[in-house]
C-alpha cells in the first residue's frame, strides 16, 4: 500500500493561486534542492530526480535497502544516499547516477549534512552518534555521541558547530566534540557496528534500479488565497 506526496511549487497571485503538483509513491523521507543542476532531490521508497521548475521526472531509481537521507555536494559534483540497514552512504555521480563510492557508516545511519567550506562529510545515527569524515577521500575524522535517534542535523560552517536534534529539543555541538571512544557505551558500540559490518559484507546489497515513472505527471492547479487584512 503506497501513500502519496503531493510536492507543490506556488505562484500566488491577487486573490487566487497556482500551482503546479506531482503525486509520488511512498512515504517522504527527504527532499533537497540542487540549485547547480535545478534539481529537486526527492527520496521516498524511490529516489526521484525531479525538475525545479516543472516538477517533470528527470530520472526515478529504485534503492536497494530502505534510503533515508538523501544530500548534494556541488564540491565534488555528486550525491550522497545512507541506508541505515547496509551501514553505509553510497556516494552518486551526478551525471549519470552511477555508484562511485560506498562510505561506511554507522549502523542505523539516518540524517547527513554537507559542509563544503569545511569538506567535511556528517552522518548521524539512530544510535547517537556523529561521524565527520572528508570529502576528499572520505577518510574518518572524528566520531562521537551525543543522544539516542538524531531526527536532524545542520551545519554551521563558519562557527564550525552543529544544529542537533533528537527530540523538540535541538541543541548546538562543537565540530570538535569529545570522540566517542571516550565512552564506555559508545566504545562497545563501536565493537558491535565493526561485528555487523563483518558479517554485512558476506550479503551483497544489490545495486540501483531505473524504473518508469511516467504514470506520475505534473498538474497545473488553481486555488483561491485569503486576503490581507
Known amino acids: 500500500?503506497?501513500?502519496f506526496e503531493v510536492l507543490t511549487k506556488v505562484e500566488p497571485g491577487l486573490d487566487y493561486?497556482?500551482?503546479?503538483?506531482?503525486?509520488?509513491?511512498?512515504?517522504?523521507m527527504s527532499m533537497?534542492?540542487?540549485?547547480?543542476?535545478?534539481?529537486?532531490?526527492?527520496?521516498?521508497?524511490?529516489?526521484?530526480l525531479l525538475d525545479a521548475n516543472t516538477l517533470e521526472i528527470k530520472n526515478s531509481l529504485i534503492p536497494p535497502s530502505i534510503a533515508l537521507d538523501f544530500e548534494n555536494d556541488n564540491l565534488n559534483n555528486c550525491y550522497y544516499i545512507s541506508f541505515p540497514k547496509l551501514m553505509e552512504t553510497w556516494v552518486l555521480n551526478k551525471t549519470d547516477l552511477r555508484v562511485v563510492a560506498k562510505i561506511d557508516a554507522p549502523i542505523g545511519v539516518r540524517t547527513l549534512e554537507v559542509d563544503e567550506e569545511n569538506k567535511i562529510l556528517f552522518q548521524s545515527a539512530m544510535t547517537g552518534v556523529i561521524e565527520q569524515r572528508s570529502l576528499d577521500d572520505y577518510h574518518l575524522i572524528s566520531r562521537f555521541r551525543v543522544a539516542h535517534w538524531i531526527h536532524y542535523l545542520h551545519g554551521s560552517p563558519k562557527k564550525r558547530k552543529l544544529v542537533v536534534s533528537p527530540n523538540a529539543r535541538p541543541f548546538v555541538i562543537s565540530y570538535d566534540a569529545r570522540p566517542v571512544d571516550d565512552d564506555y557505551s559508545g566504545a562497545l558500540l563501536k565493537i558491535l557496528e565493526d561485528t555487523a559490518r563483518k558479517i554485512m559484507k558476506n550479503f551483497p546489497a544489490g545495486s540501483l534500479q531505473n524504473i518508469n515513472e511516467e504514470s506520475h505527471v505534473p498538474q497545473n492547479i488553481q486555488f483561491r488565497t485569503e486576503p490581507e487584512d
Open 1 to 3: 500500500m503506497y501513500n
Open 17 to 28: 493561486g497556482s500551482a503546479v503538483s506531482i503525486a509520488l509513491s511512498g512515504d517522504l
Open 32 to 48: 533537497t534542492l540542487d540549485e547547480s543542476t535545478n534539481t529537486l532531490l526527492v527520496l521516498t521508497d524511490k529516489i526521484y
